[in-house]
């Protein structure tokens, strides 16, 4: 006689017992998890996203798990300007306009260059620069 495993830690034999009900259960469907790559934060990037109003905060922190787990943000576009691979994730608060660079085309990490809220419509040159700064310190570091 064999036996498979049952609920609450009893045994159910595959062979029919008199007076006891033994249900075995097909698999319906796997979900395969992705590994989630860490999220590293270069320079002040931290400092920066931990200034956000709670509400953006907890928007960029979901956006990152998303990219963490191997899907892309709700509201993004590339940054080229910083990068090759550099991307912004758009986050909308009623207090203003946030924004989060980061990159994930490498395979140890999801790098977060940097984290600002954003005053005018475009981007300022200083926001794009220290970006591009950390992406082009990041390269150096990975040997790339």
Not at 9 to 26: M, Q, T
Not at 89 to 117: K, S, T
Request: charged share 30%.
């Amino acid at each position: 006689m064999s036996f498979i495993p049952w609920s609450r830690g009893l045994r159910c034999p595959r062979i029919s017992v008199p007076g006891f009900a033994c249900h075995p259960y097909k698999t319906l469907y796997t979900v395969h998890v992705a590994r989630s790559k860490p999220v590293e934060f270069r320079g002040s990037s931290l400092e920066d996203l931990r200034a956000f109003p709670l509400t953006a905060r907890r928007e960029a922190g979901h956006q990152l798990d998303q990219v963490q787990n191997g899907r892309e943000p709700d509201d993004w576009k590339p940054m080229t300007t910083a990068g090759r691979g550099v991307k912004e994730i758009r986050v909308r608060d009623e207090a203003g306009a946030f924004r989060v660079l980061y990159v994930a085309r490498f395979a140890g990490a999801i790098y977060v260059l940097h984290c600002f809220q954003k005053k005018t419509q475009k981007t300022s040159k200083a926001d794009a620069e220290l970006a591009a700064k950390r992406y082009r310190e990041l390269l150096k570091e990975l040997g790339q």
